[in-house]
């Protein structure tokens, strides 16, 4: 029985019990109905950090914040809803604005490929982190630098009973990355290396699954990228970069007068809106290096821009364990029933969801990645290896085995046989402590998963 199956199982036996509680099981059914959904990521952190930025790069439109909960899903036509009532979606000036007032929630249906496999919450700066992480499977939590205060969130979110058993469904944002480079030319390099530093802190790393730094404007403006922009842009890029640097010192130089160029400062001061003063430097930058089609120049800042590194992320931590998020919702759903109206019927159900967290093996998996992520596990010369295995870079086979090729099926199942055998050797290895062994046990369950999934 697959995991989904064993927390599905559970959840009709708690509507059972739960039967006279129209609440409860209206609670319980939405669990249910999730299953089928696409996995729910919420992007969360405080004010100003970038949220709705962030969101707008992965739709791949530019929506004007709402200030509530805000949930985009893929559908047939553009239109959202407040509960069961329409309410307008109007563009000016190539921006969508939804008209609403007052409202604790709205949902927003937009065709977009992005949000096939995923729906993306925007959440409020004020949002409770417990609002946050029960009501998406995952979360994208946006920072300009880490404080205290985001990793008191953090922790805020893992201090629960199922949190804890089945750890770690963030990936942590250093939003507005060119500013955290300070705005130079290799501003974004410069908060790469950031990011990778807070991979490696103690604090941080089980928390998170990933770090990534993101520029989110220049990722925006890169997403919907319009013909009169490029042109502009091209305008600018085609002077000297003598002639130009002192102008692209700030933004009030740029809109100012006795401009190098022939544009109007409205559109001027548009450039500096969608890209920032950073972008519009970049951006001249590259077209001079021959990134000089509209094509071309997308591309090149959707790579630089952090938002390819972004969406991997969303698809390897996030895509490829949504049924496990979903399930890790569910008891999570479950556990919110229970504690609110517990009965003597219910007993049994707290002790077979203790069960469910303590055997399924996905569990065990993401257990045992945050243990090794954040030092509380060492496999002497072996960590980056199990915590492959256990799918900390990707689900598949061939990611769990960190093969740079598609091999045979033959090639594979020699891989996996070989790659088992090592890993039974550590499990029964006089040399390790108990705990060590446990989690060699751990590995060893995995390789049998990808032999039995080669038939």
Known sequence: MTLVDEVWALLEDALAVYRDSPRAVAWLRGHQAR?????????????????????NAVIGEEFVPTGTFTWYRDGVQARATVGPHEVPVVRRDGRAFIDVHDVDRVTVEWPSRSLRDLTLIDTPGDAPVE???????????LTRHMHSTDLRYLQT????????????NTVLVLARADEIGGGRIDALSSAKQIARRYRREAQVRPLCQNVVAVAGLLAVAARTLRAEEFAALAALASLARTELEDHLL??????????????????RRGLVERFGIFGVRLTTTLIRQGFDT??????????????????????L????????????????????????EPRPGAAGLAVAVERVLASAHDFRELRLLAALQGGRVKLPGLDDEAARLVGGLGTSPVARLGMEYEP???????????????????????????????????????????LAALG
């Not at 299953?35 to 962030?54: I, L, Y």
């Not at 609002?131 to 939590?141: P, R, T, W």
């Not at 996030?318 to 919110?336: M, N």
């Open 35 to 55: 299953f089928s959904e696409p996995v729910r990521v919420a992007v969360a952190g405080a004010p100003r950090t970038g949220k709705s930025t962030v969101v």
């Open 131 to 141: 609002q946050v992480y029960g009501e998406a499977d995952a979360v994208l939590f």
């Open 157 to 168: 979110a893992h201090d629960h009973p199922v949190a804890r058993s089945a750890p770690v």
């Open 250 to 267: 700030s933004a009030d130089r740029f809109v100012g007068a006795d401009f190098p160029v022939r544009l109007d400062p409205a559109v």
């Open 294 to 315: 509209q094509v071309k120049l997308t591309a090149q800042l959707v790579q630089r821009s952090g938002l390819g590194e972004l969406r991997e992320s969303i698809g």
């Open 317 to 340: 931590y996030f895509g490829e364990r949504a049924e496990v998020l979903k399930a890790r919702s569910a008891l999570l759903g479950l556990d919110v029933v229970l504690r609110n």
């Open 408 to 450: 045979s099926e033959v090639e594979l199942r020699h891989v996996v046989l070989d790659t088992l055998g090592r890993w039974r050797e550590q499990a029964a290895s006089p040399a390790l402590d108990n705990g060590q062994r446990r989690a060699a046990g751990v590995v060893v369950r995995s390789c049998e998963g990808m």
